[in-house]
């Protein structure tokens, strides 16, 4: 079972088309903000990408979760209906993300600068919410669940991110640097929640990794 985030475009697309392709998952669960287009994706993913020989019909493989990560309240919901839903999540890919400038008119619900809202605290909230399904893979699957946080090689532009005013409001800033400010939060809480696994006796349990994927056609800017 496995969880894209934004997987109604882009990398999330791609990737939810692969495993429905070349592998022989049972569930590739969509988490999208857009209801209309998540269904427009699916459709298209239906009628174009072949199916894994043995595998279940593709309708049948793929879900859809609505999941607004610029609202903590709504990733809150989502995260409950995800957990009613199913009693457990293999591989969870933290893909959505966006680059907006700083400023007043691209924020978050929370009043977040929407970068490091959408990329980084919505994810780390929702993957929170969701981690006793994580947990609960390996019972099953007898292999670790895997949280994927897509990254940047952007990450390496950032100066740091600054605690005092994480959401721009006293210095100025390019849609560039908001956006790879974001990208070094995916990564220092990945290396953060890998010690806590470690710390815990956990990191057999659920594994992480922070790829950077490359240069890509997506939607995000």
């Known amino acids: 079972r496995i969880l894209v985030t934004g997987g109604d475009a882009g990398i999330g697309k791609v990737v939810a088309e692969n495993f ?7 569930k590739v669960i969509l988490a999208c903000r857009s209801e209309e287009r998540a269904k427009v994706a699916i459709a298209d993913i239906i009628a174009t990408t072949p199916v894994f020989p043995g595998a279940a019909p593709t309708a049948e493989r793929l879900e859809l979760l609505i999941l607004d990560l610029g609202d903590l309240d709504q990733v809150r919901v989502a995260a409950e209906e995800l957990k009613k839903r199913f009693d457990r999540i293999d591989i969870c890919i933290n893909n959505a993300g966006l680059a907006k400038p700083p400023g007043d008119k691209h924020k978050t619900k929370a009043g977040h600068d929407m970068c490091m809202g959408v990329n980084h605290f919505g994810h780390f909230l929702f993957n929170a919410r969701i981690f006793p399904l994580l947990l609960a893979s390996k019972a099953v699957t007898k292999k670790p669940a895997r949280i994927v946080a897509v990254t940047s090689y952007a990450h390496n532009g950032s100066k740091g991110v600054d605690m005092d005013d994480i959401n721009y409001v006293t210095r100025k800033a390019s849609t560039l640097a908001a956006y790879s400010d974001s990208k070094l939060a995916n990564i220092q809480y990945m290396y953060s929640l890998g010690e806590k696994l470690k710390e815990r006796g ?8 922070a790829p ?3 240069l890509a056609a997506s939607e995000i800017w």
């Open 20 to 26: 429905i392709q070349f592998s022989n998952c049972e």
């Open 212 to 214: 950077h994927p490359g």
């Open 202 to 209: 956990l990191d057999g349990d659920v594994t992480i990794t």
